[in-house]
């Protein structure tokens, strides 16, 4: 079945740190790729997606580059704030199917 | 852009009584509604699909006489939980899909539900 595996956190960097957050998926098919922010107590706000095979996906300083080849969609900010600090979930979704699978969540906490 | 407003963004009820939580899109038609569930730490549980004008499709375990789920329009989704149990206390987050336009998904701001 289709799957995405995510780094687990938490991840704890400081302020003006390089983000990486590493992401994998398996899909039977052409899925899309999406990163997911959740705020403490908040719902989720989509960050960035990419539909296809090279595209890059950027919001915010956030970019993710969709890699068919690795089957991967790592999460990369260069220079974080503490502003950042959050769960971050990756997923995809498939053309033909009709729900989003999610990773597990990386918790992200950024230090002054 | 885009926007479901969920609501009660949190509700403290006693054990027995039920919970309706509601979920709407406000700048679109939503053909499909999800329903998820999350612990504290944990990634989103997705507990059921609905479809306006049709019976929910829930997931593996998923109760559906506990869940109620009912998408009577294009742009409402409730969820009741009936008889609630200490054990269902937990983060419910709902999200809507459009039925025009690019494939995309977007949530509400979660509702926190505490049974005592």
């Known amino acids: 079945g289709n799957s995405v595996t995510q780094m687990e956190g938490p991840v704890t960097l400081s302020e003006e740190a390089f983000l990486t957050i590493n992401c994998t998926y398996t899909?039977?098919?052409?899925?899309?790729l999406f990163w997911y922010v959740q705020y403490p107590g908040e719902g989720l706000q989509l960050l960035l997606k990419?539909?296809?095979?090279?595209d890059k996906g950027s919001n915010k300083g956030f970019e993710a580059t969709y890699r068919k080849e690795t089957t991967s969609f790592h999460l990369e900010k260069g220079s974080v704030q503490v502003s950042d600090s959050a769960v971050y979930f990756c997923?995809?979704?498939?053309?033909?199917?009709?729900?989003?699978?999610f990773g597990a969540g990386t918790i992200l906490r950024v230090k002054s | 852009g885009a926007v479901v407003s969920q609501h009660p963004s949190w509700v403290i009820c006693k054990s027995g009584t039920s919970v309706k939580i509601e979920c709407r899109s406000l700048?679109?038609?939503?053909?499909?509604m999800f329903w998820y569930r999350q612990f504290p730490k944990q990634s989103l549980m997705l507990m059921a699909t609905?479809?306006?004008?049709?019976?929910?499709?829930?997931e593996q375990g998923v109760e559906k006489d506990k869940f109620l789920i009912n998408h009577a329009s294009l742009t409402l989704s409730t969820l009741t939980v009936t008889s609630a149990h200490p054990e269902d206390s937990s983060f419910y987050i709902c999200?809507?899909?459009?039925?025009?336009?690019?494939?995309?998904?977007?949530f509400g701001s979660g509702t926190r539900l505490t049974v005592v």
């Open positions: 999200s809507a899909r459009s039925a025009r336009g690019p494939r995309g998904y977007t």
């Open positions: 899909a039977t098919g052409y899925p899309s």
């Open positions: 990419a539909t296809k095979a090279d």
């Open positions: 997923a995809l979704d498939m053309e033909y199917g009709n729900k989003l699978v």
């Open positions: 700048d679109f038609q939503a053909t499909t």
């Open positions: 609905s479809n306006e004008g049709s019976k929910a499709t829930y």
